[in-house]
Nanobody, 126 residues
Framework: QVQLVESGGGLVQAGGSLRLACAAS????????LGWFRQAPGKEREFVAA????????DYVDSVKGRFAISRDNAKNTVYLQMNSLQPEDTAVYYC???????????????????WGQGTQVTVSS
């Protein structure tokens, strides 16, 4: 079992950057696929990015490609989401998620992930 705690959210102007971090407790962090999701007010939770267990495979929703980057540091049990060129439509609560199954095929589904953080608010002003 793993517990996830996000940090790094905040208020930023359009065009700015933030780096979210998600620290995991528990063992075998490298065995987990990791994902970032976000939920804006009145909208469903949506997939943002994912990183495979081994690290080299990543995936992004089209709206963030070229602007966001997911990475993991297995030595620190932490996954990051670097967000550049932020836009007001990126405003949401951002959640990290983890799953130990062979779930890469279904990485964009929230139901794939067994473990979730509490979320961190990102607000982008215009």
């Amino acid at each position: 079992q793993v517990q996830l705690v996000e940090s790094g959210g905040g208020l930023v102007q359009a065009g700015g950057s933030l780096r979210l971090a998600c620290a995991a407790s528990g063992r075998a962090f490298m065995m987990y696929s990791l994902g970032w999701f976000r939920q804006a007010p009145g909208k469903e939770r949506e997939f943002v990015a994912a990183c495979s267990r081994s690290g080299p495979n990543t995936d992004y929703v089209d709206s963030v490609k070229g602007r966001f980057a997911i990475s993991r540091d297995n030595a620190k049990n932490t996954v990051y989401l670097q967000m550049n060129s932020l836009q007001p439509e990126d405003t949401a609560v951002y959640y990290c998620a983890a799953d130990r199954g062979n779930s890469w095929l279904f990485r964009r589904r929230s139901s794939t992930y067994a473990y979730w953080g509490q979320g961190t608010q990102v607000t982008v002003s215009s």
